[in-house]
């Protein structure tokens, strides 16, 4: 059973080290080292980790590039924000409206009772059930559509694609029913208990990295299954393994629902620490930046993905901050960089460059490495003066 | 229907039928470059967009220098600058496919990251050199006003222009695909690249030229965009993934299947937009598509191509 835990979920040594280099950074120095505005900042982009996590299996692993991993992850916290709405408008804070007991935007847009996709709201069971199972319908949906015909690479991307703004224009066009492009605001507690209080935002970042490390774990267990195997093999030849007899596209179906449920959960813990949610974390650019962040950590590497995102997120919170103009730039080059110089991202690096120096230092060999190093200089040195 | 009578309606369906028509050209010619290139080499140009802009902006900033130095010329430069607009865009592409895309062939979703990160480069730098607003050229007075058919329809003279703009274009291009050696050769690499290339066909210059063409059809594109809308860093990318949508339902590789599909999304969208709100005339139309598409994926005519 412990031997089960420590080679199939963990994922053995090296997998070992990685997720306790993760929480280590996560649950011991970030706290210790942000104050919590700037911790609350932090927990916002590991929530964007679980949408580049839910890319490392999809497109890393599965081999279908999801360009509309933002869909799942604006399902997820649309469902989030709108029970949380629906506690903030109850009649006492609302008496004020024309028809009191209806989430502010719905009045103001003439709205006289609340629809009836928005009733089981009210239920926090519902809710956190529909986080799960919205969006894994949907991508259900989606991926049996396209993948039982065939439909893969190029074109799956760009129909994700179109889905993602086709949402965003939706929601941003249903004003009433959805909040517009300003979204679902002013959310302030989850059953009675304030969300906005320091000691609710902390609370709030552990269970977040908690949930993180949960669906690493998970990941590396169906990654390590012989499902893991199966889809390294259809990424490489998907007709091979449609000729030995398996239905490539059920495991591609799969894979795209686990996906949206991970991307999901991201988007409503994005709800519950940032506070709201809106159409600009739904659409074409945030789905594509979050391909972005899952590039750069590493498309095969799931704890390199959450790497990847904190440190593309922190450039950009860097550079917006100081200059704007060049984000862009770097954005745009790292797109370009990663993409032809880096394809397996940080760690990739990691494994090319670091556990050499890794393994050098634990063997102690690094201080040889250097004599000799300097000793080959010196007898180089030596050698060109002589001559 | 809708409280409006018979001779309203019509006045509408020929009035929004037009405004289609403009979309149309935007699209098709947009959508044409976007095919040829995706069908020949399989490779999805994010940044396509981004090539129109350019076009757009040489009209502009053409216009000014018209307008400072030569302002007799003024009423005709417009046709100087379409050929200008064509040749800007077609030297951007020929150094971005030699820079990069060519490097990626074997792997075209990293294309697609590799060209939105250049169209994310190519905004900023639009937005240093014109400014963040939009700005419109300065157009010969004979493109304003419209044409009064009857008392209830007008028709603007610059969608007409527009349209005739590409209707030219798109004569030229089916002209230079089937009935130019260059054509031939584009033919012949994309039905099949390995004996296209054993038949002694330099399969990596035919990419390159076509590579360049697209992007010079899309600079075309954004020139006779600027007629009917103004232009911004971001105008461009505001259209790609509708012409990415009118690429995949016409069947990717055909260029009569891009012509139908542009002009059926089109007019769909500007007719819908027309009874219901602008968004929702959009969402519509594209929901359609997508379920058409997840029906019937080859898209409408779809050429058998050996993969």
Same mark, same amino acid.
């Given at each position: 059973m412990?031997?089960?835990?420590?080679t199939r979920w963990l994922g053995g040594r090296q997998g070992g080290i990685a997720i306790m280099l993760l929480m280590l950074l996560m649950f011991v120095v970030m706290p210790l080292w942000l104050d919590?505005?700037?911790?609350?900042?932090?927990?916002?982009?590991?929530?964007?980790?679980?949408?580049?996590?839910?890319?490392?299996?999809?497109?890393?692993?599965?081999?279908?590039?999801?360009?509309?991993?933002?869909?799942?992850?604006?399902?997820?916290?649309?469902?989030?924000?709108?029970?949380?709405?629906?506690?903030?408008?109850?009649?006492?804070?609302?008496?004020?409206?024309?028809?009191?007991?209806?989430?502010?935007?719905?009045?103001?847009?003439?709205?006289?009772?609340?629809?009836?996709?928005?009733?089981?709201?009210?239920?926090?069971?519902?809710?956190?059930?529909?986080i799960f199972v919205v969006p894994a319908v949907f991508a259900y949906i989606i991926g049996a559509a396209m993948f039982k015909r065939r439909v893969g690479g190029v074109y799956f991307s760009i129909i994700t694609q179109a889905i993602a703004s086709i949402l965003t224009i939706l929601i941003i066009g249903q004003q009433g029913y959805t909040g517009g492009i300003n979204g679902i605001t002013d959310l302030k507690t989850l059953h009675g208990w304030n969300i906005n209080t320091e000691s609710a935002k902390y609370i709030l970042y552990y269970l977040n990295g908690g949930l993180l490390i949960g669906v690493i774990l998970v990941c590396r267990y169906v990654l390590s299954s012989k499902l893991g195997r199966l889809l390294l093999a259809m990424r490489d030849k998907e007709d091979r393994v449609r000729f030995s007899g398996y239905d490539v596209s059920n495991f591609k179906i799969f894979i795209f629902s686990l996906g949206a449920i991970i991307?999901?959960?991201?988007?409503?813990?994005?709800?519950?620490?940032?506070?709201?949610?809106?159409?600009?974390?739904?659409?074409?650019?945030?789905?594509?930046?979050?391909?972005?962040?899952?590039?750069?950590?590493?498309?095969?590497?799931?704890?390199?993905?959450?790497?990847?995102?904190?440190?593309?997120n922190y450039g950009k919170t860097a550079f917006s901050e100081s200059f704007p103009e060049l984000w862009l730039f770097l954005m745009g080059g790292l797109f370009i960089g990663v993409v032809m110089y880096f394809p397996n991202g940080l760690a990739g690096l990691w494994e090319k460059h670091g556990q050499k120096w890794?393994?050098?230092?634990?063997?102690?060999?690094?201080?040889?490495?250097?004599?000799?190093?300097a000793e080959n200089r010196r007898a180089a040195k030596l050698g060109a003066t002589g001559e | 229907m809708f409280g409006y009578s018979v001779s309203d309606l019509g006045s509408i369906v020929v009035m929004q039928g037009f405004s289609g028509l403009s979309l149309f050209s935007v699209l098709l010619l947009m959508a044409l470059g976007l095919a040829i290139i995706f069908g020949q080499m399989g490779v999805i140009n994010m940044a396509h967009g981004e090539f129109m802009t350019i076009g757009a902006y040489?009209?502009?900033?053409?216009?000014?220098?018209?307008?400072?130095?030569?302002?007799?010329?003024?009423?005709?430069?417009?046709?100087?600058?379409?050929?200008?607009?064509?040749?800007?865009?077609?030297?951007?592409?020929?150094?971005?496919?030699?820079?990069?895309?060519?490097?990626?062939?074997?792997?075209?979703?990293?294309?697609?990251?590799?060209?939105?990160?250049?169209?994310?480069?190519?905004?900023?730098?639009?937005?240093?050199?014109?400014?963040?607003?939009? $700005?419109?050229?300065? #157009?010969?007075?004979?493109?304003? +006003?419209?044409? /009064?058919?009857?008392?209830? !329809?007008?028709?603007?003279?610059?969608?007409?222009?527009?349209?005739?703009?590409?209707?030219a274009v798109t004569g030229l291009v089916v002209m230079f695909m089937f009935r130019s050696s260059w054509g031939l050769k584009v033919r012949a690499t994309t039905q099949n690249r390995l004996m296209a290339g054993a038949v002694g066909i330099n399969t990596k210059k035919v990419d390159r030229m076509t590579f360049a063409v697209g992007c010079g059809i899309a600079g075309v594109a954004g020139a006779a965009f600027t007629t009917i809308a103004s232009t911004g860093p971001t105008s461009g990318s505001q259209?790609? $993934?509708?012409?990415? #949508?009118?690429?995949?339902?016409? +069947?990717?590789? /055909?260029?009569?299947?891009? !012509?139908?599909?542009?002009?059926s999304i089109a007019q769909a969208q500007s007719i819908l937009t027309f009874f219901l709100t602008n968004a929702m005339g959009k969402v519509v139309t594209l929901l359609v598509v997508i379920v058409i598409l997840m029906l019937r994926p080859e898209g409408l005519f779809s050429s058998k191509v050996r993969k």
């Open positions: 412990m031997s089960t835990f420590y919590i505005f700037r911790l609350n900042l932090v927990g916002k982009y590991l929530t964007y980790a679980f949408a580049a996590v839910s890319l490392v299996m999809v497109w890393g692993y599965g081999g279908v590039l999801s360009l509309g991993q933002g869909i799942f992850f604006g399902l997820g916290g649309y469902c989030m924000a709108m029970f949380l709405k629906l506690e903030a408008s109850d009649m006492a804070s609302t008496a004020r409206q024309t028809t009191p007991g209806i989430p502010d935007f719905m009045d103001w847009n003439q709205i006289t009772h609340l629809p009836a996709f928005w009733e089981p709201f009210h239920s926090l069971t519902f809710t956190i059930l529909a991307s999901a959960i991201g988007g409503a813990m994005f709800t519950l620490q940032v506070g709201f949610m809106s159409p600009s974390f739904v659409g074409i650019v945030p789905s594509i930046e979050m391909v972005i962040f899952a590039a750069v950590g590493g498309r095969m590497s799931l704890v390199g993905a959450v790497f990847g995102t904190l440190m593309v890794a393994s050098c230092i634990r063997r102690l060999q690094c201080v040889s490495a250097v004599k000799n190093w | 040489t009209i502009y900033v053409l216009g000014k220098i018209t307008a400072e130095y030569f302002p007799t010329f003024l009423p005709y430069y417009f046709f100087f600058a379409l050929f200008a607009a064509f040749a800007l865009a077609f030297l951007v592409g020929y150094l971005v496919e030699y820079l990069m895309i060519r490097h990626l062939y074997k792997r075209p979703l990293d294309t697609l990251l590799a060209t939105w990160g250049l169209s994310l480069i190519m905004q900023q730098i639009f937005r240093t050199i014109f400014g963040g607003r939009e $700005v419109s050229p300065n #157009l010969p007075d004979w493109l304003m +006003g419209s044409w /009064s058919v009857t008392d209830t !329809i007008d028709i603007p003279i610059n969608g007409m222009v527009v349209m005739a703009i590409t209707f259209y790609i $993934v509708d012409t990415f #949508l009118v690429v995949v339902f016409g +069947g990717a590789t /055909s260029i009569l299947g891009a !012509i139908a599909s542009a002009f």
